[in-house]
């Protein structure tokens, strides 16, 4: 007996046309959970919540020490030229003697009282050198002010100027302020008082009445608490969270450098199909995989692969290294939620296998409907 040939519309409908679905290559948003496990050269570690508490564990004294480390430098690093004169500061320079004198009228008339004379102010200038009238050029960088003071007394009496010669030399100004700059708006540069300077204190003169400048989310994208305060100093840098700046009493010293960062120090790159919100999240530290998947609104209830989450990190060591979650039990939560992101972490979600295939049977109903339609 001979079959009589169906019209397509109704072979559709009826499921008497079968595709070749095993020979042609189904779109997917990124690769399925089974070749990520098959990535070569990564190290793959499967995640218990023993695994990531150990990690967070680690994080958090990393954390900790870090911070430590920040604030022994502060508090402890030797003065950094506090009573040194150096390039660019000014000095008021007097002298002071006794005019047509000698030491037989001196006995005779101790009341003559010596006489000063103003030399004026002198900038020491990019060599260290100040130029004082009659004796020339004299190196006073490096020098407190009282051996610079006996170095300018030496140099007028070995030229038989005057007299019994005295020195005095102040300070006028100082190149040794602070400057905070950064996230701020304006950057400033604080003068160093005799009395000394805190951290939290220069902040706040800095900013003025620009208290918005720390908002935690200004100018940035689902960040929290991004905000950071480093210190500069001899060259060396010590980094702390803006709360920690404003709450402890650290000391500055003269010539530090504040500078004010609204940069997120972690970030993430969050895809894959099976997330609702692809991009790059910021974070002021290290969040959690579960906290990391909830700034990119979760997963995607109709995509995504729970049994296979992943996360690629490069090592320190160079070495990549590939950790697998799954959401299957109670276990894959936990360890989600105490599994520390690390900076330049990749979180992958691969869409569920049957995702592909339900797109094509979704294909060959929006094929066949209008077809049955035109019947």
């Not at 939290?200 to 003169?205: D, E, F, V």
């Not at 290290?286 to 990190?313: C, E, K, M, Y």
């Not at 490069?314 to 276990?331: A, H, I, T």
């Not at 330049?344 to 592909?356: F, I, L, N, R, T």
Request: aromatic share 6%.
């Amino acid at each position: 007996m001979k079959l009589k040939q169906l019209p397509l519309s109704v072979a559709l409908l009826s499921g008497l046309v079968f595709l070749p679905l095993t020979s042609c290559s189904l779109p997917n948003a990124g690769p399925l959970a089974e070749p990520v496990e098959k990535t070569r050269n990564v190290h793959i570690v499967n995640v218990t919540p023993e695994i990531a508490n150990a990690m967070n564990v680690a994080e958090n004294q990393k954390k900790e020490k870090d911070l430590t480390e920040a604030l022994y430098f502060l508090n402890n690093s030797s003065p950094y030229r506090t009573t040194s004169i150096h390039p660019g500061d000014t000095l008021n320079i007097s002298l002071w003697s006794f005019q047509g004198a000698d030491e037989s009228s001196l006995a005779t008339s101790p009341s003559q009282a010596p006489q000063k004379t103003a030399l004026g102010s002198f900038q020491v200038n990019t060599a260290g050198n100040i130029t004082l009238p009659y004796v020339g050029s004299i190196r006073v960088a490096g020098k407190t002010p009282d051996q610079a003071r006996r170095s300018i007394v030496s140099s007028y009496v070995r030229r038989n100027i005057v007299n019994d010669p005295d020195i005095t030399v102040d300070v006028a100004s100082t190149q040794t302020g602070i400057t905070v700059t950064g996230s701020i708006g304006q950057p400033k540069i604080l003068s160093w008082s005799p009395g000394g300077m805190s951290l939290s204190q220069a902040i706040t003169l800095a900013l003025g009445n620009g208290t918005s400048s720390l908002s935690e989310n200004s100018n940035l994208d689902k960040n929290t608490n991004a905000i950071r305060v480093s210190v500069v100093r001899h060259e060396q840098e010590a980094q702390l969270p803006i709360s920690v700046a404003l709450e402890k009493d650290i000391a500055l010293q003269p010539a530090d450098k504040v500078i004010i960062k609204k940069e997120s120090p972690v970030q993430v790159v969050v895809m894959g199909g099976g997330i609702n919100h692809n991009g790059l999240y910021g974070f002021g530290e290290s969040p959690s995989l579960s906290g990391t998947l909830a700034q990119a609104q979760g997963l995607n209830p109709n995509s995504a692969n729970s049994t296979r989450i992943f996360v690629f990190r490069r090592e320190p060591n160079s070495q990549m290294s590939l950790y697998v979650f799954s959401w299957k039990d109670g276990n894959g939560l936990i360890a989600a939620q105490d599994f520390p992101i690390k900076n330049k972490d990749v979180v992958y979600v691969a869409e569920s296998p049957m995702v592909p295939i339900a797109r094509v049977i979704n294909t060959i109903f929006q094929m066949a409907l209008p077809a049955a339609i035109l019947r």
